[in-house]
C-alpha cells in the first residue's frame, strides 16, 4: 500500500503525507489490535519499519532519524499506540464502559487501584504445563493489559466515574513525558531500556 500511494502522488509534503498514512496503512496496521497485538521483537519491529520508512519520505524530514521525527511529527510509534489502546481499554472494562471479555479485576491495595490476577499455574492436573504455553498465557491480551495499566501513575490509576475522553487526555500528558524511542534496525543502542514497551520505559526512568 504503501508503495502505491508514493507511486500514484507525487505530492511529499507532511499533511497530505500524514493524511495517506493514517487512512490508508495506519487504519490496515492497527486493524483488531486488541485481538492481535505482536509481543516478539521482529515482528513489533515489521510494523513499526512500515512509519519508519513512509515518514522518511516526507519532504525536509529525510535528515531526520525516526526518534526525531516521531517527535517533530508529533506522532506515537506504532508500538507505542497499540499498548497506549490496550491501556484505554482495560480502563474502560473495569470501568464497566464497555464488556469485560477480558476478566479483568480491579482491586484497591492501600490508596492505589491495580488490575490483580490469578499466577500462572505451573501445572494442570497432575501435568507440568511446558514454558511455551507458560509465555503464551503471560503475553496475552489480558496479561499485557494488566502489566501495562498497573505500571501507570496512581493518579491515573485511580481515575474512575468519568469519560474515556478524560482518563486519555491525563494518560497522553504522563506519556508525553516517556521516552518513545523505538528499538529497531540500528537504534537499539541508542535506547538504554530493555525495550520500548511502556512497561520497560517506565521502570527505566523510575530507577535512572
Known amino acids: 500500500m504503501s508503495g502505491v500511494l508514493l507511486r500514484t502522488f507525487s505530492t ?4 497530505p503525507m500524514m493524511r495517506m498514512f493514517n487512512s490508508y496503512i495506519k487504519s490496515k496496521l492497527e486493524y483488531c489490535s486488541l485481538v492481535w497485538s505482536p509481543w516478539h521483537q521482529n515482528e513489533i519491529n515489521k510494523l513499526e519499519r512500515i512509519q519508519k520508512n513512509f515518514t522518511s519520505k516526507i519532504y525536509g524530514l529525510d535528515q531526520l532519524d525516526y526518534h526525531q521525527r516521531l517527535k517533530k511529527l508529533n506522532l ?15 480502563w474502560q472494562q ?10 479483568l479485576k480491579a482491586r484497591r491495595l492501600g490508596r492505589s487501584r491495580r488490575i490483580v ?14 514454558e511455551r504455553d507458560r509465555t503464551l498465557i503471560h503475553n496475552s491480551t489480558a496479561r499485557r493489559s494488566e502489566r501495562l495499566f498497573n505500571v501507570l501513575p496512581q493518579s491515573i490509576r485511580n481515575i474512575t466515574k468519568t469519560t474515556t475522553e478524560t482518563f486519555k487526555r491525563h494518560l497522553d500528558k504522563w506519556l508525553s513525558s516517556i521516552p518513545d524511542t523505538p528499538k529497531i534496525d540500528g537504534y537499539g543502542a541508542n535506547v538504554a531500556a530493555e525495550t520500548n514497551s511502556i512497561f520497560h520505559q517506565t521502570r527505566y526512568c523510575l530507577i535512572r
Not at 511529499?12 to 499533511?15: K, P, V
Not at 506515537?76 to 482495560?90: G, M, T, V, W
Not at 490476577?117 to 511446558?130: F, V
Open 12 to 15: 511529499r509534503q507532511e499533511e
Open 76 to 90: 506515537y510509534s506504532l508500538e507505542r499506540r497499540r499498548e497506549r489502546y490496550l491501556i484505554i481499554n482495560a
Open 94 to 103: 473495569i470501568e464497566g464502559l464497555t464488556e469485560n471479555v477480558l476478566g
Open 117 to 130: 490476577s490469578a499466577k500462572i499455574p505451573i501445572g494442570i492436573n497432575g501435568k507440568r504445563i511446558k
